[in-house]
């Protein structure tokens, strides 16, 4: 997808990889990165996994060739949708990211299967292929990370670890000899594993290396008036609220984030395994999802609800959180290319003190005072 005359960018890419390998947290990333760096960020949802959820598995047909076809026209119908609605966005940088496509299918049909689809479908391997602009294959945890592998988030996944590896071979096969194609593997921990990812993606894109390494300060309260009137800064609305969990095993919270009445959802979960160590997995939710998880909302946390302003400038990114409780102090998050980089306040801010490694501002503990602050009201007044 080239670029269009109004000097609209627009880029198709695919995460695709084996059963198990993080493609549902990597949106979640892909979402909060590239949004970040101005990109309108569109997702066409996983076809196949669709169609099993909604009753049409293929071990319910009698001709596999006959429904990878149709499988695929739906997978090209909802790609063309969203392309079309990119090109009429007001953004002038469109990502679209698809959740496999339409090489994925490959993987699960014969040669002369394949070769009648694309008959059928009047392509080649080549133009099928090659529609997209870059391909990137996360590696299945039943190759190097055995022990995380599991069925249980997904209900269309059916493979044992075994079958997942020998899956994860063809789908790299299928989509070998594409000009982009890049395999991330796990030769480290999965938090780098995403990481991996997003600097590949930047990479192609031509962005900078994105920011990883996150200072916070507790700042005074800023002017809303200026910071709305920066050209280079947007307000982004966030409501957190925790589930109820075993605190010792996990935390689980939900996320509604985004600006005048548009939203996107996600679900977080962080395991601890070690006194240092955490796992945390992150979907996205439908809006629907979101509203039923809120029945499980921990009494014990208040919902976190904030206003970020994001801002970027002099090389740097700020995101600036702003609580209704507090008249006259805020949170400022700064991202740094390293540890020991130099830091720039923006004009205008004034900073109290650090608070990175200060428990007491880390949104759950506010969650937690401000729930205890609300019970000892009720109970005095």
Not at 82 to 98: F, G, N, P, Q, Y
Not at 154 to 171: G, P, S, W
Not at 261 to 285: C, D, N, P, Q, W
Request: glycine residues 4%.
């Amino acid at each position: 997808m080239k670029e269009q005359p109004n000097k609209k960018m627009m880029k198709k890419i695919v995460i695709t990889g084996g059963p198990c390998a993080g493609k549902t947290t990597a949106m979640s990333w892909i979402q909060n990165a590239f949004t970040k760096q101005g990109y309108a960020v569109l997702f066409v949802d996983e076809t196949a996994t669709q169609l099993i959820s909604g009753g049409a598995a293929p071990w319910l047909n009698t001709s596999n060739r006959d429904y990878q076809w149709h499988l695929i026209q739906l997978q090209t119908a909802k790609e063309k949708a969203l392309a079309d609605i990119a090109r009429t966005m007001k953004s002038e940088k469109v990502l679209i990211v698809c959740d496999r496509a339409a090489m994925d299918n490959c993987a699960y049909m014969t040669g002369q299967e394949f070769a009648w689809v694309l008959r059928q479908l009047g392509t080649s391997q080549v133009e099928l292929r090659d529609q997209y602009d870059a391909v990137f294959h996360l590696v299945t945890a039943a190759k190097g990370a055995e022990k995380y592998y599991t069925l249980a988030n997904n209900q269309a996944r059916t493979e044992t670890v075994e079958e997942a590896a020998t899956l994860d071979d063809k789908l790299i096969a299928a989509w070998t000899g594409h000009p982009h194609l890049r395999v991330i593997d796990n030769s480290t921990g999965f938090e780098e594993k995403m990481m991996r990812l997003i600097r590949e993606i930047t990479a192609f894109l031509g962005e900078p290396i994105p920011l990883e390494i996150e200072r916070k300060f507790l700042i005074e309260r800023p002017s809303l008036r200026l910071l709305k009137a920066l050209p280079n800064c947007e307000r982004v609305d966030i409501i957190q609220t925790y589930l109820k969990s075993d605190e010792n095993a996990e935390e689980l919270r939900i996320r509604q984030r985004g600006a005048q009445g548009h939203y996107i959802y996600f679900k977080t979960r962080k395991k601890k395994l070690s006194a240092m160590k955490r796992v945390e997995e992150e979907e996205r939710l439908s809006q629907e999802e979101y509203l039923a998880l809120l029945v499980q909302a921990d009494p014990a946390f208040r919902p976190i609800r904030k206003e970020r302003y994001c801002l970027s400038e002099k090389g740097f990114y700020y995101e600036i959180d702003i609580y209704p409780d507090w008249p006259d102090r805020a949170i400022m998050e700064i991202e740094l290319h390293s540890e020991d980089q130099e830091i720039v306040f923006p004009e205008g801010i004034r900073v109290i003190r650090e608070v990175t490694d200060d428990p007491a501002y880390t949104n759950r503990e506010l969650a937690r005072i401000q729930a205890a602050h609300d019970r000892w009201e009720s109970v005095t007044s």
